[in-house]
């Protein structure tokens, strides 16, 4: 019989804990390690259509990226929608672990299926560390150069987005890209200072947009939700394959949208 504890064992090869920034809130959420676990939903959130997929599933955990518990709890309130949730969840007996910046930081997490999906070639992270350790955001090459036009319409593309926003640097054409998953526009002067030609990521602000500008770079904001989304199916693949999940049922969630809707 797996348990839950198992499951987090797999988790921490996939993305270690220590991977982690410090502000974070990864690892079980709500459940017990002892729970047995026979079916998993993986998804980026844990919305309530998400509990509620998890429950007609007969889903006994859900692997998130967000976590569903970030800021301490001063109460649960089950009139309200938070307590309800978690309610929902211990009535069903439903746990809930997530990965989130470590997952973005791992080897094959969130910013190497980001950077797969571009097509960038020669990928090294974004921020270096002494010893080598994952970091945030990645760098590479694209295969043939291009300009901000044409890239942004193939990011669009690539990552299924219903929008994108562009900030138009200098007249530069782009070959050298950096991207960080989700939000990362606390990073554009790295990218530049690394020497990309193209930054792209999510959440990113006016006044983020002007510095960009004033360094020349161009920025692809792709939205925080289409840069993270990918890694949900590619998560699900990833524990599938782990020997000791093979017994356990694994789906993720293909129904996910951006909380945004343009007109």
């Known amino acids: 019989m797996v348990k839950i504890v198992d499951v987090m064992n797999v988790m921490d090869k996939i993305?270690?804990?220590?991977?982690?920034?410090?502000?974070d809130n990864p690892g079980l959420l709500?459940?017990?390690?002892?729970?047995?676990?026979?079916?998993?939903?993986v998804a980026l959130d844990a919305t309530d259509r998400v509990v509620d997929k998890a429950v007609d599933f007969g889903a006994d955990l859900i692997v998130t990226h967000h976590p569903m518990i970030f800021k301490p709890l001063k109460h649960i309130r089950t009139d309200l929608p938070e307590g309800?949730?978690?309610q929902k969840l211990i009535k069903h007996d439903i746990s809930v672990f997530a990965a989130h910046t470590n997952l973005d930081s791992a080897v094959g997490g969130v910013n190497d299926i980001l950077a797969e999906i571009?097509?960038?070639?020669?990928?090294?992270?974004?921020l270096s560390t002494p010893d080598d350790t994952p970091t945030l955001g990645r760098i590479g090459y694209l295969k043939e150069e291009t300009d901000i036009d044409?890239?942004?319409k193939f990011v669009k593309e690539k990552l299924k987005a219903d929008y994108i926003r562009i900030i138009k640097g200098d007249n530069r054409k782009i070959k050298k890209v950096a991207l960080c998953g989700g939000s990362g526009a606390e990073f554009i002067s790295r990218a530049d200072f690394l020497g990309a030609?193209?930054?792209?990521?999510?959440?990113?602000?006016?006044?983020?947009g002007e510095h960009a500008q004033a360094l020349g770079i161009h920025i692809i904001d792709a939205g925080h939700f289409a840069t993270e989304y990918p890694v949900v199916k590619a998560l699900a693949s990833i524990?599938?394959?782990?020997?000791?999940?093979k017994d356990i049922e694994i789906i993720e969630d293909t129904e996910g949208r951006d909380v945004f809707t343009v007109v």
Do not use: C
């Open 30 to 41: 709500v459940g017990s390690p002892d729970n047995a676990v026979r079916r998993i939903l």
């Open 150 to 152: 044409k890239f942004s």
């Open 197 to 208: 030609d193209a930054y792209i990521t999510g959440d990113v602000r006016y006044h983020d």
């Open 84 to 86: 309800a949730k978690i």
């Open 239 to 245: 524990m599938r394959n782990e020997i000791a999940l």
């Open 15 to 23: 993305a270690p804990r220590k991977l982690a920034e410090q502000w």
């Open 118 to 126: 571009i097509g960038l070639t020669e990928i090294r992270p974004l």
